[in-house]
């Protein structure tokens, strides 16, 4: 065990230059999903969806903040992105070789978070001082959990997505009041639960996210761009159905141009994976591989060298989003010649959603990360740890 350091109540590997970006407060109540990227001016920019008491609800927005010193201090936050009615996750800020793209998806109401979904994309060409107004994704393509894409060596864009789709029995989501009118399949009423309006919101809440698990299944795939985000297709539809979610995916290249993905497999214990052979245009059938990890998002990252890098929680149970992890592959994730242990908890809460890119210039992985309250930037020299 590394005489690792204390930061709050977490205990940091001794490699990690740690620096914290964000702290909750009555403006900005909490931090979900910190994404943090290079700006063509060297600035770092990191955002993280924050406002109501937790995600997904109405309130919910992105914030973000600067660096104008690769890391060391931020701005304080500022609002990214809000809309006036609706709840907002920014999942995706995508590098090309002249823009940055901010792909994110507005909700209305909890009650109907999975088959609202309203997908969109906004870009900056000059390094963040302006962002074009979001825009849809063309072609009728919606409704999507837009995740970290990649761009091939071929310059085409594959950019993982996953996506809900009922499967279940009870078609309407639990109302608060009576609705509007009595539903009906082929003459016969609809199942729906039905609380009176004094109901304890936490209940209702509660009972909505249960409605959602047991009759969605969720999806991934990949859209693909050969036209610099003119155009998209989708292709690819990884899960089992049976009411399972399969969500989150993340791809890398591999060194023979097939492409590896790893799928979030809620609560089974492991991440799933599939491979495409051909860009991205067809995938195996998922199933089960040998990482064991928590429900959660994980960042894969490749260097110029062919190495593989991943981010992510290997919680031996599954459940927990604790400890965070480095693993190092040179053999496309056949092996990991390197398992780093580089942030632990003591409590039971969790580091969540470790995400960021590779410095090639001076071989350093820079990432954020955060435990709902607080947003941490972290700098890595690999070359201390390789």
Not at 140 to 162: A, F, H, K, T, Y
Not at 265 to 282: I, N, P, R, V, Y
Not at 302 to 330: A, Q, T
Request: net charge negative.
């Amino acid at each position: 065990m590394h005489n690792f350091k204390m930061l709050d109540n977490k205990m940091v590997h001794p490699l990690l230059e740690t620096y914290r970006i964000f702290k909750a407060s009555e403006e900005f109540p909490q931090a979900r999903e910190a994404i943090v990227r290079k700006l063509s001016d060297g600035t770092l920019i990191c955002t993280y969806t924050t406002g109501g008491v937790t995600e997904p609800l109405d309130g919910n927005f992105t914030a973000f903040s600067l660096s104008y010193d690769s890391g060391v201090t931020w701005t304080d936050a500022q609002v990214f992105l809000r809309h006036p009615s609706r709840g907002l996750f920014t999942t995706e800020l995508f590098c090309t070789e002249n823009a940055m793209h901010a792909y994110f998806t507005t909700y209305s109401t909890a009650n109907q978070l999975y088959e609202n979904t309203q997908t969109y994309v906004m870009s900056t060409y000059d390094g963040g001082k302006s962002f074009t107004m979001p825009k849809s994704l063309p072609g009728g393509i919606n409704s999507l959990d837009i995740r970290q894409g990649i761009i091939l060596e071929s310059g085409r864009w594959v950019i993982p997505v996953c996506w809900w789709e009922f499967c279940g029995y009870e078609w309407a989501a639990p109302s608060v009041g009576n609705p509007i009118q009595d539903g009906a399949i082929f003459g016969k009423p609809i199942r729906q639960t039905i609380f009176g309006p004094s109901v304890e919101q936490k209940k209702a809440y509660r009972a909505v996210y249960d409605w959602a698990r047991n009759n969605h299944s969720s999806y991934s795939g990949v859209l693909i761009s050969d036209d610099n985000g003119e155009s998209y297709r989708l292709c690819g539809r990884l899960g089992d159905g049976n009411a399972k979610w399969f969500w989150e995916p993340a791809v890398t290249e591999l060194s023979d141009g097939s492409l590896k993905m790893l799928i979030r497999a809620q609560d089974m214990g492991c991440l799933w994976e599939s491979t495409s052979f051909d860009k991205g245009e067809t995938w195996t059938p998922a199933k089960p591989g040998n990482i064991v990890g928590a429900s959660t998002k994980v960042r894969l990252l490749k260097d110029s060298k062919g190495r593989i890098y991943l981010l992510h929680n290997p919680d031996p149970e599954g459940k927990r989003r604790n400890p965070l992890e480095l693993w190092i592959s040179n053999d496309d994730m056949k092996s990991w010649y390197v398992k780093e242990r580089l942030v632990i908890r003591n409590d039971n809460k969790n580091i969540n959603y470790p995400d960021g890119y590779i410095e090639e210039e001076t071989n350093t992985l820079c990432f954020a990360w955060e435990d709902a309250e607080n947003v941490y930037f972290s700098r890595l020299d690999l070359n201390k740890l390789l």
